[in-house]
């Protein structure tokens, strides 16, 4: 019954190793993000999603890349990791058109990425 | 760009009394959504409450309600009779109109909010 999915919960690794996150949807929705929460607890949007097509990609370096499969799917690669990579990060998915949920995105349970 | 402003980031109130948290944006769409999303410490980012900004009312859900003053372009939580369950991180968010295209959450820095008892 899990809204959004995302494997692993936790993942520990040394610098300059490749890692993917996993986002999986089961609501339906046509849009999923992925955010960045930072050592001071800061959100940010990364990466945004529509029918497996990227709509935002904020300033976010070449060595993070999303994968969309499909639109129930979300993954996100990143290369050469490097400490300041270490946060918690989250996947989310929404509606694009308007809808009773007001706009409502539904988040992931979060990844907390350490980079040694 | 719009931004999102929460300037208290401690709060604390006593068990069963009432304790707000203040949030300011900055946006020149007249069309949006604002969000309170709570943080407990499993990190699970949960829906408190939203408001849509054509609406004039001011949202509530159970003990959580809200001060949309759109003029201000400010959005509080009120929170009634706190619970311990209560103590987690708040964060305030914008998102721009869903007919304006996909648009992510603008999120403030928090507000951590303990609950003593």
């Known amino acids: 019954d899990t809204a959004v999915s995302q494997t692993p919960k936790y993942l520990v690794t040394q610098m300059g190793n490749d890692k993917s996150i996993k986002c999986e949807q089961n609501?339906?929705?046509?849009?999923m993000y992925w955010y960045k929460q930072d050592s001071k607890k800061f959100l940010k949007i990364m990466f945004s999603?529509?029918?497996?097509?990227?709509?935002i990609n904020e300033t976010v370096p070449n060595r993070f890349s999303p994968k969309s499969p499909d639109k129930a799917h979300l993954n996100l690669h990143i290369n050469s990791l490097e400490l300041g990579d270490s946060a918690v990060y989250f996947c989310?998915?929404?509606?694009?058109?308007?809808?009773?949920?007001?706009?409502?995105?539904?988040f992931g349970p979060g990844t907390r990425l350490t980079v040694l | 760009a719009q931004t999102v402003t929460q300037s208290q980031p401690e709060m604390s109130v006593q068990e069963a009394e009432t304790v707000t948290l203040s949030c300011t944006y900055d946006t020149s769409e007249s069309d949006y959504y604002l969000f309170w999303y709570k943080q407990p410490p499993s990190r699970q980012m949960i829906l408190v409450i939203r408001q849509e900004a054509y609406k004039q009312q001011n949202a509530t859900e159970n003990r959580f309600s809200v001060n949309f003053q759109k003029a201000a372009k400010s959005f509080s939580l009120k929170i009634s009779d706190s619970q311990l369950g209560d103590a987690a991180m708040y964060f305030c968010?914008?998102?721009?109109?869903?007919?304006?295209?996909?648009?992510?959450?603008?999120f403030g820095k928090g507000t951590r909010l303990s609950v003593i008892a």
């Open positions: 999603y529509n029918n497996k097509e990227l709509i």
């Open positions: 609501l339906g929705h046509d849009t």
């Open positions: 989310a998915s929404s509606l694009h058109l308007r809808d009773l949920l007001g706009g409502e995105q539904f």
């Open positions: 968010a914008y998102r721009r109109d869903l007919n304006s295209g996909n648009t992510p959450l603008v």
